[in-house]
């Protein structure tokens, strides 16, 4: 069997349509269109329902792919760690991280790891916590750096370091001196009902960071007035840094940016709201020794922020 050929079907099933797969697989579409037709005569059996220019597995199909991809991961794996033992240094990385954050650490962690791995090509994926899980599950990622909870049985995760979530406006807000000082607070601690008649600028309902601040409302049993719904994290920092509206982030953000300068930070919560980071990879799969090397880095750079 072809590992090509299985990459075919798992394109056509994932694009559900012909063209699309055959430029994602670089080859013709009429190419593309006849080896279907083939592989289905071969096996005596459709794989895809044909519903107009809609490809959309069969029963049969569905086992394929999930089949397909099995022994695709399998034989990486395989490729990888003959790679390490032949001691050729030269592989792929991918890695995803959350929306929330990554960006801010990871042109240190690359600049340390292409030091010893300087042929390993490297592809960095920002999403939300559910797609990223799916792409680790699929084989599209190798690993991800997220936040808890993320729990599958054929997932691992192991924490890397604590990170407070905080509350940030700018320092010329009206309210940003109602502060104090509490006990087990890193930051100076704002109470959640004084700034409940502001506006906010949340990230969308399915981020982590929102749901976080919706547990933060909810707890102190306030609606927040929602300016704005934003997925990125640098732009709800310069919107807070202009006065449109209070929002929250996790400190190591904040550490890393260049309005810090410009934003008041607080702790909240009771007395504070933490989160933990941590690497996720696929459960029972081969790691080359240059992932490995990247998650100490990683685990490193993090714990120094």
């Not at 410009?262 to 080359?288: D, H, I, W």
Request: hydrophobic content about 40%; overall charge positive; charged content about 25%.
């Amino acid at each position: 069997m072809d590992l090509r050929e299985l990459e075919y079907v798992i394109s056509i099933a994932k694009n559900q349509a012909v063209g699309k797969a055959a430029d994602e697989c670089y080859i013709t579409q009429p190419a593309m269109s006849k080896f279907i037709q083939n592989l289905e005569k071969k096996l005596g059996q459709p794989l895809f329902h044909r519903l107009g220019n809609k490809f959309l597995p069969t029963y049969a199909g569905e086992r394929y792919v999930e089949t397909a991809k099995i022994i695709l991961k399998t034989n990486k794996g395989l490729e990888q760690e003959l790679s390490d033992i032949i001691k050729e240094d030269i592989g792929e990385m991918k890695i995803a991280f959350r929306l929330c954050g990554g960006v801010e650490v990871m042109p240190q962690a690359l600049s340390i790891f292409w030091k010893q791995y300087p042929r390993v090509k490297v592809s960095l994926y920002e999403n939300v916590s559910g797609v990223i899980q799916t792409m680790l599950l699929d084989g599209d990622i190798d690993l991800a750096f997220i936040t808890y909870p993320f729990t599958h049985p054929d997932i691992t995760t192991e924490l890397i370091c604590k990170e407070e979530f905080v509350l940030v406006m700018s320092k010329d807000h009206s309210l940003a001196n109602k502060a104090v000082i509490k006990k087990g607070c890193k930051y100076p601690w704002m109470d959640i009902n004084i700034i409940k008649d502001e506006s906010f600028i949340l990230s969308w309902p399915n981020q982590r960071t929102r749901q976080m601040a919706d547990k933060i409302f909810k707890d102190a049993e306030i609606k927040p007035n929602v300016l704005l719904t934003v997925r990125n994290t640098d732009f709800m920092v310069q919107l807070a840094a202009k006065s449109f509206g209070i929002t929250f982030i996790g400190e190591t953000i904040l550490r890393n940016s260049s309005l810090k300068n410009k934003l008041c930070c607080f702790s909240t919560g009771n007395p504070v709201t933490e989160f933990c980071l941590a690497v996720a990879t696929r459960s029972k799969m081969y790691q080359p020794v240059y992932i490995k090397y990247f998650i100490n880095i990683m685990k490193d750079v993090l714990s120094s922020t």
